[in-house]
């Protein structure tokens, strides 16, 4: 949802090292996690949109990446309200709700090149372990390219589904869906390979 967003900016955001914004979100994170109660999730939602604010996050673009985190995130709370407390219910629907926004935020304010060079720079003290510093970010960059194209194939496997006449059958939807994604790891495989990146 996070990819190809960047935007470039001039704000106190922006301007920030790459370092600091991932180290701030990682606190940031465990807090929402481990800190307990309905208030206080608000206050961190409350948190979360300032920083969005601050980093100038287009709202229409930000409604569209956070509809499917909102989706699950009412699931979660149906169940977390099921099984437990409703306080527990909101709890849980406003801490997943902040957590995608200050990953948003992020990577709004955040080229994906930059946050992968220092992970690399972090991680080649590493090298004499064994670790490829170059292989774990073109890991991680593959990870990131792969999300908007599987999101791509489930939209136009729908879509044709629907132009079938299909759309409320899951196999119409599912088997081809499947597929198409198999192949193109296979196609991404077969790629690294070619290149001497297949071990």
Known sequence: MTVGLYRAGDTVLHRLPVGV????????????????GPLLAAGFLALAVALALIGRLDL???????????????????????????????????DLVSLALLALTLTVTTPTTETLDAVV?????????GLDPERVALTIAMAIQ???GTLALAQETRDAARA????????AYLTPFVIRVVARAHETGDALKARGLGD
């Open 21 to 36: 914004k991932l180290f701030g979100l990682a606190v940031l994170s465990v807090a929402i996690v481990a800190v307990r």
């Open 60 to 94: 229409p673009s930000t409604a569209r990446a956070l509809r499917a985190v909102l989706v699950i995130a009412f699931v979660v709370a149906l169940l977390q309200w099921w099984l437990f407390t409703f306080d527990r219910a909101v709890e849980s629907l406003l």
């Open 121 to 129: 720079r972090w991680i080649r003290p590493l090298q004499r372990f």
């Open 146 to 148: 792969a999300l908007p």
């Open 164 to 171: 079938r006449g299909l759309g409320r059958s899951p196999r």
